[in-house]
C-alpha cells in the first residue's frame, strides 16, 4: 500500500513540530525518516497512523484520503520505540491480543488465532518463547514481540518509531539487518 504525505504542518500551541512536510512511499518500499531529536519523526508516524490529526495537509493510502480516518479502520501495526508490551502478559497473549480484541465479526477463531501467533513467532524466531512475560526477555527479544504483535493484524502499512534507539549497538545492528530481511520477505510498506 503507497503512502502520500501531502502539505502536513502540526502545531503543538506556539511549537510547530511539522511544517509543509511532503513525502510519497512507495508499496512495498521500507523508508526511514531521518533527523534529530524533536524534529517532527515522531509526530508524523503519529500522524499516519491517525494518532494525531495534522492542522494542515492530507494523507493518503493507496489514493485514498485517510487523513480524518479512524485509528482503527486504517490498517497500521505500530511498533513503539519503548515495545509497549503488556507485562502481565506472556509472548504468545501479546502477540494474539491485536487478534484477540476485534470486533467480534472480524475476529478469528481460537485455532486461527493460535495458527497465526505461532507463524508469526515462528518469523521472528521466538519459537520457543511463548509462555515467557516481557520480563524475561532480553531487549532485542521484545522488541520482535512487538514487531510479531503489530504484524498479527496483517496491517496494510507498518509504522516503527525509533525501533532499536533502547538496545545496545551490536543487537540494533543485528536487528537491522533481521528487520531488513523480513521487510524483503513480507513486503509490508514500512515506515
Avoid: C
Amino acid at each position: 500500500m503507497s503512502i502520500s504525505i501531502s502539505g502536513i504542518t502540526k502545531h503543538f500551541g506556539a511549537f510547530t513540530a511539522l511544517r509543509n512536510v511532503t513525502l510519497d512511499v512507495p508499496t512495498g518500499e521500507l523508508v526511514a525518516l531521518l533527523g534529530p531529536s524533536g524534529s517532527g519523526k515522531t509526530t508524523l508516524l503519529r500522524i499516519i497512523a491517525g494518532l494525531e490529526v495534522p492542522d494542515e495537509g492530507q494523507i493518503l493510502f493507496h489514493g485514498e484520503d485517510t487523513t480524518r480516518v479512524r485509528v482503527s479502520d486504517r490498517g497500521v501495526g505500530f511498533v513503539f520505540q519503548h515495545y509497549a508490551l503488556f507485562r502481565h502478559l506472556t509472548v504468545y497473549e501479546n502477540v494474539a491480543f491485536g487478534l484477540r480484541v476485534k470486533p467480534w465479526r472480524e475476529r478469528p477463531s481460537r485455532r486461527k488465532i493460535a495458527e497465526k501467533v505461532h507463524e508469526l513467532l515462528h518469523l521472528v524466531q521466538l519459537e520457543g518463547l511463548a509462555q515467557r512475560h516481557p520480563a524475561q526477555l532480553s531487549g532485542g527479544q521484545r522488541q520482535r514481540v512487538a514487531l510479531a504483535r503489530a504484524l498479527a493484524v496483517e496491517p496494510k502499512v507498518l509504522l516503527l518509531d525509533e525501533p532499536f534507539g533502547a538496545l545496545d549497538a551490536k543487537v540494533r545492528a543485528e536487528l537491522r539487518q533481521w528487520l531488513r530481511r523480513l521487510h524483503d520477505e513480507i513486503h509490508v510498506t514500512s515506515v
